[in-house]
């Protein structure tokens, strides 16, 4: 498949060579080797060698004509996906609550699998979100796009920001830091626990609202381990409303109260910013409203 970018460097940024350039716009190594030998990246509609500069206002263009994609294939569930953002290279979606990201084999009744019927194809997936966890999802809607998007997740560019509302809210200060490791749950599988030797874990929540019982707060990570939201508050004697492995006050027909309302991130190929949030209408305190 071949895929084309074209952009323009902007006013306010400094002088860069072209390899610098291909450095900030997140392009694989190897891809800017073929870049090269391909002369496939053309500066106002020239080839230029990769030690000369690119300045602001210089129109660049990238031909990407050597991917090749081994995507897993997605069947169409034939149900559509709740869009909320959409452009020529990702889709965002608002997940529903109980439904998994992706499918095992013989599924087809996944997030992936309501974008496959969207698209017609089948979608490459960036991230996850946790089958309990409602909100939004991202997803490539081509392999040209993947490496960026890896990159930023990694490299923190690419941000989820969360709501939730938890029980116990005099034990919440109006914003904190909550920096417990976490690991397997050596008694249950299914969870995750609080332990020394487990791995880094960083989450950040401010109170938005809150009574006597509940508190709606947002949060934001800085790393992403499994269940990390869900653990690190049930440590700190604040879990999740519906939670059912890690609020022992759980009843039956609860759906966790949690939802990935907001992304952030740069368009691949572009130095523009991108943030997504979900409208006010579909966000979790006032979903509970209606």
């Known amino acids: 498949m071949n895929y084309t970018y074209t952009l323009i460097y902007p006013n306010n940024y400094q002088p860069i060579s072209v390899s610098e350039l291909l450095q900030q716009l997140l392009v694989p190594r190897k891809w800017r080797h073929l870049l090269r030998i391909n002369k496939s990246v053309t500066i106002n509609g020239k080839y230029r060698n990769f030690n000369e500069v690119v300045f602001p206002g210089d129109s660049i263009q990238l031909k990407l004509n050597f991917i090749e994609s ?3 294939q997605y069947p169409a569930s034939g149900s559509l996906p709740d ?3 959409e452009d020529s290279d990702l889709l965002i979606i608002n997940k529903k609550p109980g439904q998994k990201t992706h499918p095992n084999l013989f599924e087809t009744d996944t997030a992936l699998n309501d974008c496959a019927t969207y698209l017609n194809a089948s979608p490459f997936i960036v991230h996850r979100l946790d089958m309990l966890t409602r909100g939004l999802l991202l997803v490539a809607k081509n392999p040209a796009v ?3 998007l890896n990159r930023q997740l990694i490299t923190k560019n690419f941000k989820r920001d969360y709501l939730a509302i938890v029980a116990n809210p005099h034990k919440l200060l109006s914003k904190g830091t909550i920096s417990f490791p ?3 749950d050596p008694t249950d599988q299914r969870k995750r626990c609080i332990a020394p030797d487990g ?3 960083i989450t950040h929540y401010q109170v938005l609202q809150k009574d006597a019982t509940q508190a709606l707060i947002k949060l934001s990570l800085e790393t992403g381990r499994t269940h990390q939201i869900r653990v690190h508050l049930a440590a700190i004697g604040c879990p999740i409303i519906g939670d059912p492995l890690y609020n022992q006050e759980f009843r039956e027909g609860e ?3 949690l939802q990935a309302y907001q992304i952030s991130l740069t368009k691949p190929f572009t130095f523009k910013k991108l ?3 979900l409208p ?3 966000r979790l305190d006032q979903v509970n409203k209606k």
């Open 83 to 85: 869009i909320i953002y």
């Open 255 to 257: 759906e966790l109260q």
């Open 280 to 282: 006010k209408s579909q």
């Open 182 to 184: 976490i690991a397997q």
């Open 146 to 148: 993947v490496p960026s």
């Open 70 to 72: 081994h995507q897993q």
């Open 199 to 201: 791995l880094k874990a």
């Open 275 to 277: 943030k997504v949030a």
